[in-house]
Nanobody, 124 residues
Framework: QVQLVESGGGLVQAGGSLRLSCAASGRTFRSYAMGWFRQAPGKEREFVGGISWSGGSTYYADSVKGRFTISRDNGKNTMYLQMNSLKPEDTAVYYC?????????????????WGQGTQVTVSS
């Protein structure tokens, strides 16, 4: 089992940047594929992107491709989401999630463990 805590959210102007962190407990972090999701008010939760357990594979939703970058530091049990060129439509609560994947791939759904979320607000 793994516990996840997000941080780094806040208010930023359009065009600005933020970096979110997801800190995981436990010594098995390196065996989990990790993902970022977001949910805006009145909308369904959306998969933003993810990273395989080795960090060798990443996947991004079309809406963030080229602007967001996901990375992980298995030595620090932490995953990151670097968000650049932010837009008002990126406003949402951002969640990190973990999946005990047997393969070094990026799942787009079916994650088992979730953080509590961090709010990102982009003003126009």
């Amino acid at each position: 089992q793994v516990q996840l805590v997000e941080s780094g959210g806040g208010l930023v102007q359009a065009g600005g940047s933020l970096r979110l962190s997801c800190a995981a407990s436990g010594r098995t972090f390196r065996s989990y594929a990790m993902g970022w999701f977001r949910q805006a008010p009145g909308k369904e939760r959306e998969f933003v992107g993810g990273i395989s357990w080795s960090g060798g594979s990443t996947y991004y939703a079309d809406s963030v491709k080229g602007r967001f970058t996901i990375s992980r530091d298995n030595g620090k049990n932490t995953m990151y989401l670097q968000m650049n060129s932010l837009k008002p439509e990126d406003t949402a609560v951002y969640y990190c999630a973990a999946d005990p994947s047997l393969f070094d791939v990026v799942p787009t759904a079916g994650y088992d463990y979730w953080g509590q979320g961090t709010q990102v607000t982009v003003s126009s």
